[in-house]
């Protein structure tokens, strides 16, 4: 149920999680505090009886969480907490408990996903799923299609879809999880985002070798980047079949290719499913 039909129907779920809370949909919202205001029915009508499951690594996450009248446990990747699923060190511990899940052990990719993990870990030990089906579990979850779905290796070249990612937030968690050199596939149609933060990442960044800029938010995220000799621009492609080609410019054996748009995909595809289709099926023909 959307946000808006627990506001309608006044009921909150048993088990409800809170995570990383983004700027998304600012097309619909007037702005960010309205956006969280709306999440807010996925608390606020829980009883004493009901768990709320809240990150405590960011505060919009952590003001949601607060409206809720149930049992609060938190989850982090940065830090210890007393009552909920943090990581340490190498592994993913649930406080109080035997849980130890060590990360080596995990096929996804990216330290946002050792927040989902956290999360999930969390709230299937709430539920009284076992601790051998959760590390089972666990270890074995390769993600879904469209989210940093690892799609295939070519030549050396490895080809993630992470046609989901519709805000900056999403295509930074992705641009994080990989120390070999990013051939980056970026933007799309508005959704009135602000690339300020995505600028900072990819400026910082050592591996990056090459953005491929695509669709009307074009303009707006190359005003965020700083250009320097180590990084190529590419733009004005119309197609994934253009976008390709492109790639083929600059992929060498050990490059990353990861299509993480940050921006809607309206105008150059019916939907983020079609273009990350269209992205698997270029890497086919690779």
């Not at 039909?5 to 995570?19: A, E, F, N, Y």
């Not at 446990?73 to 849980?99: M, N, P, T, W």
């Not at 953005?211 to 180590?230: M, T």
Request: aromatic share 8%; with cysteine; hydrophobic share 40%.
């Amino acid at each position: 149920l959307s946000s808006f039909q627990l506001q309608d129907l006044q009921k909150s779920p048993h088990i409800s999680v809170v995570l990383m809370v983004t700027q998304e949909h600012m097309d619909y919202h007037k702005n960010k505090k309205e956006y969280v205001d709306a999440k807010i029915p996925i608390v606020k009508y829980q009883t004493e009886e009901d768990y709320a499951i809240i990150n405590s690594d960011y505060a919009n996450s952590l003001k949601i969480g607060s409206q809720s009248k149930g049992h609060k446990f938190y989850f982090s990747r940065k830090q210890k907490v007393e009552h909920g699923c943090f990581v340490q060190g190498l592994e993913i511990v649930i406080s109080d408990s035997a849980l130890k899940l060590p990360t080596a052990d995990l096929k996804l990719k990216g330290v946002h996903n050792l927040e989902n993990i956290c999360a999930a870990a969390l709230a299937a030990h709430l539920a009284g799923v076992s601790f051998k089906a959760i590390k089972k579990t666990a270890s074995k979850f390769k993600g879904l299609e469209h989210r940093l779905e690892l799609v295939a290796q070519k030549n050396g070249i490895t080809f993630y879809n992470d046609s989901f990612s519709t805000t900056p937030e999403t295509a930074i968690a992705a641009i994080k999880s990989f120390n070999d050199p990013e051939i980056l596939i970026l933007g799309g149609s508005s959704k009135n985002s602000d690339f300020s933060e995505l600028g900072t990442t990819i400026n910082l960044a050592k591996n990056i070798k090459a953005i491929i800029l695509v669709g009307e938010e074009a303009e707006n995220i190359k005003s965020v980047l700083v250009s320097h000799s180590l990084l190529h621009f590419f733009e004005g492609a119309k197609t994934m079949s253009e976008i390709f080609a492109q790639i083929k410019l600059v992929a060498v054996n050990g490059d990353v290719v990861i299509l993480s748009p940050a921006c809607a995909s309206f105008g150059m595809f019916k939907n983020y499913q079609e273009r990350g289709e269209q992205f698997k099926e270029e890497v086919t023909k690779w």
